[in-house]
C-alpha cells in the first residue's frame, strides 16, 4: 500500500519526469506498454514536454514521504498550429497527468487535478482541456472533477471543465 504523498510545484528540473509520465499516460492500458522512446519520439506526445518550462507552462508534481516524485499534472498554451490531442481554442490551457501504476486509486490524481485546476482559475483561465481515450478509467475521476466530454474523436474524447 502506497504511503501518503504531498504535492510541490513543477519547476524546470522535472522535465524528464514529465516525459515518463506522459509515456504512463499513453500506456494506460494493461498490458498496453510502448516503450519510452517509442512514445517520446512520437510529435503527438513530445509537444507536452519539448521545451518545458516555457512562458505560460504551470503543473504541480506528487512525491512520496521519501521525496520520490510518483505523479504530475501540468498544462501547456499549444498553439493552434501545433495543437494537442486536448485543444479547443487559443487561450485555453491544455492539462497531461499521469500517476505511477501503483499509486493509481489512490488519491493521487485526483489532488493533482485539483490543484492544478485551482493554479489555472487563479490565472484567470476560464476553461481547462483535456484529452482522455475512451474506456480510460480516469474518465471517472474528470466527470467527477467537473470536466465535460466536448468532442468525440476517433477512440478519444476531448473534455473541457469551466473554470468561472
Known amino acids: 500500500m502506497p504511503a501518503n504523498f504531498s504535492l510541490r510545484p513543477a519547476v524546470q528540473a522535472d522535465g524528464a519526469f514529465l516525459g515518463d509520465m506522459v509515456v504512463e499516460a499513453a500506456n494506460w492500458r494493461q498490458g ?3 516503450p519510452k522512446h ?3 519520439t512520437n510529435p ?6 519539448s521545451g518545458w518550462m516555457r ?3 504551470a503543473g504541480f508534481v506528487a512525491v512520496d514521504s521519501q521525496g520520490e516524485p510518483v505523479g504530475a499534472a501540468w498544462y501547456r498554451m499549444l498553439p493552434r498550429t501545433d495543437p494537442g490531442f486536448g ?4 487561450g485555453v490551457p491544455e492539462l497531461i497527468i ?5 499509486w493509481r486509486a489512490h ?3 485526483r489532488a493533482l487535478l485539483q490543484q492544478l485546476c485551482g493554479h489555472a482559475r487563479a490565472q484567470g483561465f476560464a476553461r481547462i482541456s483535456l484529452s482522455v481515450e475512451r474506456g480510460n478509467f480516469a474518465q471517472t475521476l474528470y ?3 467537473g470536466f465535460a466530454v466536448t468532442q468525440a474523436g476517433h477512440g478519444r474524447d476531448t473534455m473541457v471543465k469551466r473554470l468561472r
Not at 485543444?87 to 487559443?90: F, L, N
Not at 499521469?98 to 501503483?102: F, K, L, S, T, W
Open 87 to 90: 485543444y479547443v481554442g487559443t
Open 55 to 57: 512562458p505560460g507552462d
Open 44 to 49: 503527438d506526445h513530445a509537444r507536452y514536454v
Open 32 to 34: 498496453g506498454a510502448r
Open 38 to 40: 517509442q512514445v517520446m
Open 107 to 109: 488519491g493521487v490524481g
Open 143 to 145: 466527470r467527477s472533477e
Open 98 to 102: 499521469g500517476v505511477r501504476p501503483i
